[in-house]
């Protein structure tokens, strides 16, 4: 167990829906990054925070957004869902600075229908 | 843009056997992580290799770093079943993006 906790675990949706991602970091841990992996894309980077602050911007579509909150904890939007959004999505947190060790999250496996 | 390539893809392999996965990565960078991921899990990290010349070890895999041939390797030693799984490395950019590389399924045979 990494400690970091993600919910829900699965979710399943119709297209040009919306749906919220949530994250809580370890314990003491001021970074969130959220990822994509797809069996088409692989593993993609979609965003990080530190500390609240966008830190750094992947691969990230403009129909998703995230978001860090004061508590740390970090939600991931993703809206007008479309069939090709179908993935699992994981959560990393880290103490911080560049080059952390990176603590996953178990995903939210997403399924658009 | 920075780009990312491991070989090889996918790696059958005996137990006891070592053997090498290759990570080349195209620009300059200063950060250099390996993942292994279990089939239907998460991604557990393994090593973060942040200098020229680092090299780690964990039981049976060592990794290394050459910034300057833009190279990592991830080595195992005397493989045992239990190391079967996909391995990622990874790369931070400069700005600060993480760009992965496809994974190497790893299977190793009793």
């Known amino acids: 167990d990494s400690g970091v906790t993600q919910t829900p675990k699965h979710l399943i949706t119709a297209t040009g829906q919306r749906v919220t991602l949530r994250c809580s970091p370890r314990s003491g841990d001021l970074s969130v990054y959220w990822y994509q992996q797809s069996l088409d894309q692989g593993l993609q980077f979609l965003i990080q925070y530190y500390n609240g602050e966008e830190r750094a911007k992947g691969n990230i579509l403009e129909r998703f957004s995230a978001q860090q909150f004061p508590d740390l904890h970090s939600e991931l939007n993703l809206s007008s869902l479309e069939l090709g959004d179908s993935a699992l999505y994981f959560c990393?947190?880290?103490?911080?600075?560049?080059?952390?060790?990176?603590?996953f999250g178990p995903g939210t496996r997403l399924t658009v229908l | 843009e920075l780009k990312v390539e491991q070989n090889p893809l996918f790696l059958s392999m005996q137990e006891g056997k070592n053997y090498t996965i290759y990570c080349n990565y195209s620009?300059?960078?200063?950060?250099l992580y390996w993942y292994r991921q279990d089939p239907g899990k998460s991604l557990e990290s393994l090593f973060v290799l942040l200098s020229n010349g680092a090299v780690k070890q964990e039981g049976r895999l060592m990794a290394s770093l050459d910034t300057k041939a833009r190279l990592s390797t991830l080595h195992i030693t005397a493989a045992v079943h239990d190391l079967s799984a996909t391995y990622f490395c990874a790369v931070g950019d400069r700005d600060d993006k993480i760009i992965f590389g496809k994974g190497t399924r790893l299977h190793i045979l009793p």
């Open positions: 620009t300059t960078s200063d950060r």
């Open positions: 990393a947190s880290s103490a911080g600075g560049t080059g952390s060790e990176q603590f």
